[in-house]
Structure formats: C-alpha cells, structure tokens
C-alpha cells in the first residue's frame, strides 16, 4: 500500500517558484506512475502532470506545460513538482498520486492528503 506525504506548498507572489515534494513513506511506489494534481475551490480537480516509473514518459497539464517540471528520485522514493512562473491562477490545494499500472495519464489509485499553493499579486 502506497503512503504519499506532500509537502513544500505555501504562499508566494506572481511570478516566483516552488518546489513540491512527494515522499512515499512506505517505499512501494518506485515501479508505479506518480503524478500531480490540483484542485482549486469550486473547480474540478485537474491533472497537472504526470511521469512513469522510469521517468521516460512525461505529461503535463495545458495550463502548466513549459512553466512546471516533474521529476521523480526513486531510490528516494520520492516525486517533485517545480513550478516557475506562478500565476494566480495556480492557486489550488495540490495532490500526489500514484497509479500501479503505471499508465502516467490513466487513473490513479492512491493518494495524498494534499498541500495548499497560494499565489498573490
């Protein structure tokens, strides 16, 4: 069973960059796709970006494409979200995830409690 634990969100102005972090706790998500997602107050939960367990296959959201990079250390067990370019309209809480079929775009079967982006103007 996967245990994701988010971290590195907080408040920064337009323009600036974060970094968000994904640890799996229990270490049992290297051969899996893992993946971001946000959800901003009454919207939809949305991908934001997506990489296989080996790293060859990456997806991005639209909205983020050229703005956000993900990567993933597996020997750390863990996935990173680095968002440049911060836009207020990234303001969302986000969620990691992984997926065990390793499908990058598909669905995702375990997930993170989250951690709040906010960007100001």
């Known amino acids: 069973q996967v245990q994701l634990v988010e971290s590195g969100g907080g408040l920064v102005q337009t323009g600036g960059s974060l970094r968000l972090s994904c640890t799996d706790t229990?270490?049992?998500?290297?051969?899996?796709?893992m993946g971001w997602f946000r959800q901003a107050p009454g919207k939809e939960r949305e991908f934001v970006a997506g990489?296989?367990?080996?790293?060859?296959?990456?997806r991005y959201g639209d909205s983020v494409k050229g703005r956000f990079t993900i990567s993933r250390d597996n020997a750390n067990n863990a996935v990173y979200l680095q968002m440049n370019s911060l836009k207020s309209e990234d303001t969302a809480v986000y969620y990691c995830?992984?997926?065990?079929?390793?499908?990058?775009?598909?669905?995702?079967?375990?997930w993170g409690q989250g951690t709040q982006v906010t960007v100001s103007s």
């Open positions: 995830a992984a997926d065990s079929a390793n499908r990058v775009s598909g669905q995702y079967d375990s």
């Open positions: 229990r270490g049992t998500s290297r051969w899996y796709a």
């Open positions: 990489i296989s367990w080996t790293g060859g296959t990456i």
